[in-house]
């Protein structure tokens, strides 16, 4: 039976390539010890150079197979190495894999050894090699080099199961299932195929072909009534699959499904017979520091993000497939996804890089089809212009893989040709003036409607730093409220993704210089801008309860002075607003912004005057007349003390684990100082390190950053100590599991 096996742990590590590191007995003088997720070099939060990460290394495992193991199968699963690398057990070349973002599978059985160590050597080029997408141009972000995913390794019978997917069918809540059946044999055999659902059981018998991954269609099988996945219940299923011959257990895979109905129409899109708007942000997948290299927790946190502060309804997940942990997150906590394939905007006529993209097409679909999320695939490049031929192809093979699901094709050029279900364009027409999203036919330039999503827009439009000042953080925000509500005022768009969520490290060639594109709503530690509150002031009250000011409250930070007009985002049916506890008004929604659930509520009172003075602010916010939050800004802030949360109070001591710490220098109410710059001392105790340095500054009074495990385990405690020359020290304690 499957024995699936952790592959993290115990690497070596060094930053070059020689030919001499392949053969077995070369050891690992010179090399590092690391886990998985690795990146190959860490780098500077902004201004450094990208060529930094982009070379030839090589990394190295001692591994031990049992004697019981010698009439199995031994595969070893990558899930993303970044760009392209090679394999090489006990000095012999198994295997090549290009592409850095979808996952490879290496039998590695014919190089074993039953009786001493086996090693594993793999040489990792993280150069932007033209003959793999997204390269062959310039692109805006970074392709962290590295190791960067998890590994597996695998001891199968020699007959055993690839992959299944789950296809169904719902009438109502009435599901028929239809899985689909991927198996390796190393001959032609008779088996028995059950499948557990629940208390639900059932039986096939089928006749495979020697082989690797020849898929059977099994018959379909009624379920019966079902529990539905939608977006505030994402009920899940766990699955398995056994195949047997002869009365023996050969393999059991387990899955993890949610039953849901999708329809992607002219007039939107349906989740389970009902209308959803499909509110969303871009993510890119990476951090400071390590790029893309941070382990499970890390990347569920962002889909949480999304999801519970943001209170997103889809995520985009450009531009590549992403963390099966960031997915797997999404169905277990209802945030839809649009995935697609690796690429931006360049086409390579080589037939290297093409035969790349079909492969990515078909590893990114097979590795994904489960998820309920994903409801859509990207099969075009994104903001390629037209390749018939190319296109063609993806949108077929997407389609022969899995007939569940829409195809779409991001675009930022009109009138390309409409080879897949959904039109996808990257919409940056509004630049703060009259138009704010094209129409539908000018973009298709077809006289017939299409079902049409927004893909993009704000972005490079109008790049914004969380500690800009309140002039462009208000505009920033006002854009992505006014492109929400027109998105959602038209009835042939069915969603609007916003570029983007986090800010990212980019090329020069993009961005503001410094190698960062500021055009998240959050920054690269997933710190809020004033733009963020515009989607979370969407979510039920019931939810959570979001008022955010778009004001530092301060005198004299834009033209002429004063904060007005005073504009509020949140989710409170009114508020009332009073200064110096004087004065006090209450202020309703703004009726311009129909289409947002919660429109933003504009304060068109006058505060104070250049030389009249200034008073402390309060604002209350009332759900359903009941008072349910209350906020206070002074009139003269001052630095208070250091308020420092981690997202978790634990971490797990036998693998890469880490969390996330942000610290914020707050005044006397707990309001951030926008203008502070203050340097932070991190200071570990027990079996934790800081990613990255341990002397940051706060950027806009914060800053946030990662701890991580070390794999030692000598005390159940370990703590972090923020000291800082103006407040108090802090220290934050967490359990090691
Ligand atoms: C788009 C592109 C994104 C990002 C964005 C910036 O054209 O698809 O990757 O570069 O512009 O606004």
């Not at 972090?720 to 220290?731: F, G, H, I, P, T």
């Amino acid at each position: 039976m499957r024995i699936k096996q952790n592959f993290n742990d115990n690497w070596f590590y060094i930053d070059n390539f020689e030919e001499e590191y392949v053969h077995k007995h070369s050891g690992v003088e010179g090399f590092t010890p690391v886990r998985l997720p690795h990146a190959n070099r860490e780098v500077p939060y902004n201004y450094f150079d990208e060529r930094d990460y982009q070379f030839m290394s090589c990394y190295k495992k001692n591994f031990k197979i049992g004697k019981d193991a010698k009439d199995k199968v031994i595969l070893i699963e990558f899930e993303g190495v970044m760009a392209a690398c090679e394999v090489y057990i006990n000095g012999k070349f198994v295997e090549e894999h290009r592409g850095g973002y979808v996952p490879f599978k290496l039998n590695i059985t014919p190089y074993i050894t039953y009786d001493d160590d086996n090693t594993i050597v793999v040489k990792v080029d993280s150069r932007e090699r033209e003959d793999i997408p997204p390269f062959g141009n310039v692109i805006d972000y970074l392709t962290f080099g590295g190791i960067y995913r998890d590994a597996y390794l695998y001891i199968l019978e020699p007959t055993y199961i690839d992959n299944v997917f789950y296809a169904y069918e719902l009438q109502d809540r009435n599901a028929t299932l239809r899985p689909i059946l991927y198996t390796t044999s190393d001959v032609n055999k008779d088996l028995d195929v059950c499948v557990e659902l629940g208390d639900k059981k059932f039986e096939w018998e089928i006749d495979i072909e020697a082989g690797e991954e020849r898929y059977v269609e099994l018959s379909p099988v009624e379920l019966g009534e079902v529990e539905l996945w939608d977006l505030e219940n994402p009920v899940l299923y766990h699955v398995s699959m056994t195949i047997s011959a002869n009365g023996k257990k050969l393999d059991t895979y387990e899955s993890r499904i949610g039953f849901r109905h999708i329809e992607a129409k002219v007039d939107g899109f349906y989740l389970n017979g009902e209308k959803i708007f499909l509110r969303g942000l871009n993510r890119h997948q990476s951090y400071p520091y390590v790029g893309y290299a941070m382990p499970k927790r890390v990347q569920e946190k962002d889909a949480d993000i999304l999801r519970y502060e943001l209170g997103l309804k889809i995520v985009r997940t450009s531009h590549y497939p992403q963390s099966p942990h960031f997915l797997n997150r999404c169905d277990e906590i209802g945030l839809l996804v649009l995935e697609e394939i690796p690429g931006w905007q360049h086409i390579s006529q080589g037939k290297d890089w093409r035969d790349c993209v079909l492969s990515d097409v078909e590893k990114m679909i097979k590795r994904d089809w489960n998820h309920p999320s994903i409801i859509m695939w990207g099969v075009r490049i994104n903001e390629s212009r037209d390749d018939h031929e190319l296109y063609t192809e993806t949108n077929k093979l997407a389609r022969q893989l899995d007939s569940t699901r829409p195809t779409t094709g991001i675009r930022c050029i009109t009138g390309s040709e409409m080879l897949e279900d959904v039109y996808g364009m990257n919409d940056f027409i509004y630049d703060g003036g009259e138009v704010i999203l094209r129409e539908q036919q000018e973009v298709t330039g077809l006289d017939y409607k299409v079902p049409y999503i927004v893909t993009e827009y704000n972005g490079h439009m109008f790049p914004t730093k969380r500690f800009d000042n309140e002039h462009r953080l208000i505009e920033h925000a006002l854009r992505h409220a006014t492109i929400q509500n027109e998105a959602a005022l038209r009835e042939d768009i069915m969603g609007a993704i916003g570029w983007c969520a986090f800010d990212y490290n980019t090329h020069y060639d993009f961005g503001s210089g410094d190698r960062i594109c500021y055009h998240g709503v959050m920054d690269m530690f997933r710190i809020p801008k004033w733009a963020a509150y515009v989607y979370a002031s969407q979510m039920n009250p019931k939810e959570k309860i979001v008022l955010q000011p778009l004001s530092h409250w301060s005198v004299g930070d834009r033209n002429k002075g004063g904060v007005s007009p005073l504009i509020i985002l949140t989710n409170c049916d009114y508020i009332e607003v009073s200064v110096e506890g004087k004065g006090k008004e209450r202020f309703y929604p703004d009726g311009e912004y129909r289409g947002l659930d919660h429109p933003p509520i504009t304060v068109n009172v006058k505060f104070g005057e250049w030389g009249v003075g200034w008073g402390d602010l309060e604002i209350v916010g009332y759900v359903d007349d009941t008072p349910v939050v209350f906020k206070k800004y002074p009139k003269n802030p001052y630095v208070s003390r250091l308020d420092i949360k981690s997202d978790d109070d634990w971490l797990y001591a036998d693998r890469f684990d880490a969390t996330r710490v942000v610290c914020k220098v707050v005044d006397q109410y707990g309001n951030i100082l926008p203008y502070l710059n203050e340097v932070l001392y991190l200071q570990t105790e027990g079996d934790i390190e800081v990613i990255g340095p341990n002397t940051v500054a706060t950027i806009g009074g914060c800053i946030g950053f990662w701890v991580k495990t070390t794999g030692a385990r000598t005390s159940d405690r370990a703590s972090v100590v923020v000291r800082s020359n103006r407040c108090r020290d802090e220290r934050i304690n967490f359990k090691i599991i």
